[in-house]
């Protein structure tokens, strides 16, 4: 019993320390970036004339619905990798 309520603390320790931290932002930036518009501002603030040589098929309409198709991606992904490995798990026991 003492050991799940240590567990359960720790969990909840780790959950609620991420969103006490301060996070400083910089005028125009958002808070949670990601790498691929650091590493944009940073390539425009080093050679301001650069043109990219792709673009995106299409972008999605906003901030929101790019972290959702982000995690559906990540949890399809962890989906077949568990399927997988559950399968083959099985394929041995059996």
Sequence with gaps: MKKNLLLLLFVVILTVIPFMMTHTVK??????SGADGQ?????TQIHPDYTPWFK????PPSGEIESLLFGL???I???????CLGF?????LA
Aim: charged fraction near 25%; proline fraction near 3%.
């Design 56 to 59: 995106p098929l299409w972008e």
């Design 27 to 32: 005028e125009g930036q958002e808070a949670f």
């Design 39 to 43: 590493a944009e501002t940073l390539i």
């Design 77 to 83: 992904g962890a989906a077949l990798i568990g399927y």
């Design 88 to 92: 083959y798990r099985g394929r041995k």
């Design 73 to 75: 991606q990540a949890a």
